[in-house]
């Protein structure tokens, strides 16, 4: 991912909240330390598939604001 | 200005005043630095004294140390080694399993980050853990030993502080396991009735290696009443086929530790180690029924989809891919136990021989000793 960040294309990692202090350090760490963290609530594991569509319902407008904002 | 004093002035690799005992451990503990025990405060001279036996330049990495990718510097490592309490004649071996844990198979960054409890694992081979008196006998993974405590100790070190696996930040661990504090072996190799590790994967017996496992705890398997190597061995598959274990979900290499008693009454009967290897493949395993129903339609059947996707309740889970990726190792006591230690599945083990800096295989550590 951080390898497709820097040849310039829109990449996003999905990351829920417990993992966002990991998540912003390795972006810090790969040398991609803008790389976008589309955020969901903790877990994605052990849910049912209604908690999997709400935890998609909050990840679908940040990545198309993610597309708005790079595709300006 | 003297070397050390010269690399001393390397942005992070000096502390100011940490000689005293009190003042380095409040640094230390105010700090979130370190396993959360006392250290020993790395001095100056004690980490002079501990690159003694480090025959390759203090300043430049022996690897990157996944998650921070930090620089694994002897220097940096010996200091680690200083304050995990090793003797400086432990360096090498210590340098040569960091270096074993960073190669690519091993999947370090995996390690480090996963919420699976596993931490590396160190399996010493050959003439060296001897030296070194490493325990390969009773409570080989218990305390007692300086040896294996310091050196275990000193990997954990060297992995939260140059690697940066601080608990909740570089390392996400949900339960993590008292293995994270410290855990370096030897096997057993005089009651070792097969090939031991090192020589089964092509070194000479008098090569010392290092094998790193990814590794969760050793779960122990009792048995005091078989009499015959397919009692012991039923007992042993049994024990290891467990739902939830992260070798049902990757695969990998589940590592069975056979006690000296196990591994003799199995031998005696002709199994050679291939043998047993073939055995635990084959019944290492539990029918898909033992699996939760979101388990079988949400995991089993799609991971796996040519061997579950329609397949009945009695269908059979194994532990491994093939039969060679379980490992055997011996290792403890008298005493009729054995232990099955399963590991993170998405890493392999990785074997290293100990080299000296020229490239030449090292009989002893007096071999990097200089100054």
């Known amino acids: 991912m951080t390898e497709l960040r820097k040849r310039g294309l829109i990449t996003a990692v999905v990351c829920s909240t417990a993992f966002e202090t990991l998540g912003r350090t390795q972006a810090r760490v790969l040398g991609v330390p803008d790389l976008p963290l589309i955020m969901i609530a903790h877990p994605l594991g052990g849910v049912s598939l209604d908690e999997v569509r709400a935890r998609a319902q909050v990840a679908i407008p940040q990545i198309v604001e993610l597309f708005r904002g790079q595709l300006k | 200005m003297s070397e050390m004093a ?89 340098l040569l399993a960091i270096e074993a844990m960073c190669e690519e198979p091993f999947n370090l960054y995996g390690i480090q980050t996963t919420t699976h409890p596993c931490a590396p694992l160190v399996i010493m081979n050959g003439p060296v853990a001897k030296e070194l008196d490493i325990n390969s006998g009773h409570n080989a993974f218990g305390p007692g030993r300086r040896s294996n405590a310091s050196l275990g100790r000193a990997v954990r070190l060297s992995l939260l502080n140059i690697g940066g696996a601080i608990p909740q930040v ?139 996707a329609s397949a009945g309740p009695d269908a059979l889970v194994p532990l491994c891919a093939r039969a060679e990726d379980v490992m055997i190792i011996v290792m403890g006591g008298a005493g009729k136990h054995s232990a099955h230690i399963p590991t993170f599945g998405a890493t392999r083990s990785v074997t290293r021989a100990l080299k000296r800096y020229d490239g030449r295989l090292a009989t002893s550590v007096r071999e990097f000793r200089h100054g």
């Not at chain 2, 921070?68 to 071996?93: D, K, Q, S, W």
């Not at chain 2, 009735?193 to 090192?198: A, T, Y």
Request: proline content about 8%; glycine content about 8%; overall charge negative.
């Open chain 2, 170 to 308: 570089g390392d996400m661990a949900t339960l993590g396991h008292p293995g994270k504090y410290s855990y370096w072996v030897a096997e057993n190799e005089a009651a070792n009735p097969w090939e031991p590790l090192h020589v089964e994967r092509g070194f000479s017996a008098a090569t010392t290696t290092v094998t790193v496992v990814g590794a969760d705890a050793p779960h122990n398997i009792n048995d005091h009443e078989s009499i015959t190597a397919v009692g012991i061995l039923k007992m042993i598959a049994g024990a290891m086929a467990n739902t939830g274990s992260n070798n049902v979900y990757y695969h990998g290499e589940p590592l069975v530790v056979l006690g000296p008693e196990h591994a003799a009454a199995i031998a005696q009967e002709g199994y050679s180690k291939a043998d047993v290897k073939r055995y635990i493949y084959e019944n290492a395993r539990m029918p898909l029924d033992r699996f939760s129903d979101e388990n079988i339609t949400r995991r089993m059947r799609l991971k796996f989809p040519e061997r579950f």
């Open chain 2, 6 to 94: 010269r690399l001393l002035k390397t942005p992070g690799v000096s502390m100011e005043g940490i000689a005293d005992w009190e003042a380095a451990n409040e640094l230390i503990m105010a700090s979130g630095w370190g396993d959360g025990l006392p250290i020993v405060p790395p001095a100056l001279e004690r980490v002079e004294s501990m690159l003694a036996y480090c025959d390759r330049p203090w300043d430049q990495p022996v690897a990157a140390i996944a998650p921070r990718n930090g620089a694994a510097t002897p220097l940096r490592i010996a200091a680690n080694a200083v304050m995990a309490g090793c003797l400086p004649e432990y360096f090498p071996v210590l």
